[in-house]
Every structure is written in C-alpha cells, then in structure tokens.
Nanobody, 121 residues
Framework: QLVESGGGLVQAGDSLRLSCAVS????????MGWFRQAPGKEREFVAA????????YYEASVKGRFFISRDNAENMVYLQMNSLKPEDTAIYYC????????????????WGQGIQVTVSS
C-alpha cells in the first residue's frame, strides 16, 4: 500500500528525491512520515507532514537539508534530500497514520518496504 522509489547511490553533497506512492483509501486524512534505518542501528524518525500539508516536523540532523511534501491529488509523498552526507546512508521507509503523535513516535499503522539510499564520501 506504500511503495517507495527514487533511492540509489550518490556522492556527498548531492541531492536525491524519494517518492512514496500511497494506495490507502482517504489518503488525505493520513499524516505521513519518513523514517530510516542505518546498518546496525535502530529505525529513526526523519520527517513528518500532517494530513493537510500545513505542518511539518524534522529530525534535528536533517532540518534545513531535507524537505517533506505531499500531493493529496496524486496520493504521493516526497522527501527532497539535499546536501547529503555519508551518515544519511540508510534504508528509508515511508509510513502513514491517522494520529500525529503516533507518526512522530514511529508507531505507525502502515509502512512501505523501504528503499536504500547510499551516500559515498
């Protein structure tokens, strides 16, 4: 129901845009989030956007470099990643939940399968 795309191998300083196609009914009622999991680490929150698109929230290390957006007409969510660093290397997951607090806590109802982003130095 959530399918990520746009990952790949890039160099430090490059940009990449992840996309998430969502097939949930009533998509515009869901808050959406991006999470990531690096090798040997736990999955962590990256960014979230509320159902209306009016509110966004970012993890401190990506704030100002990553930007989340959504297109409710197309059932899509995006993560624009700029000035990528090697420490951004991870599997990135798209997720959805009707509850904003659960999105921020990573306790989301729906998850994509994840997509690899690798940033070389």
């Amino acid at each position: 129901q959530l399918v990520e795309s746009g990952g790949g191998l890039v160099q430090a300083g490059d940009s990449l845009r992840l996309s998430c196609a969502v097939s949930l009914p009533f998509f515009s009622e869901y808050n959406m989030g991006w999470f990531r999991q690096a090798p040997g680490k736990e999955r962590e929150f990256v960014a979230a956007i509320d159902w209306s698109g009016a509110n966004e929230y970012y993890e401190a290390s990506v704030k100002g470099r990553f930007f989340i957006s959504r297109d409710n007409a197309e059932n899509m969510v995006y993560l624009q990643m700029n000035s990528l660093k090697p420490e951004d290397t991870a599997i990135y997951y798209c997720s959805a939940d009707s509850n904003w607090a659960r999105i921020l806590a990573g306790m989301n109802a729906y998850w994509g399968q994840g997509i690899q982003v690798t940033v070389s130095s």
